[in-house]
């Protein structure tokens, strides 16, 4: 997973865990926005998406790529 992609998982979990604290996103869907918003930072601290793995989708240089698959 490339930086820019990561940095854009933080920010977007942040925007979602302030959305929820001030109330703006509540009830059911509010929960379920949490869940996401901590699918977003643990992907992005572990630097890997299951997701991208069946879609063949790389967002992080080929350089990088060679040294986390070593």
């Keep these: ?3 820019l992609d990561r940095v854009i998982r933080v920010i977007a979990a942040i925007i979602i865990g302030y ?3 001030s109330g703006t996103i509540s009830g059911n ?3 379920l926005m949490i869940f996401v918003a901590i699918l977003l930072l643990m992907t992005s601290l ?3 998406c299951p997701l ?3 879609f063949g989708i790389y967002t992080c240089k080929a350089n990088e790529r060679d040294s986390i698959e070593e």
């Design 29 to 31: 869907f509010g929960i």
């Design 46 to 48: 572990i630097r890997f």
């Design 52 to 54: 991208y793995l069946p």
């Design 19 to 21: 959305l929820y604290y």
């Design 1 to 3: 997973m490339g930086t």
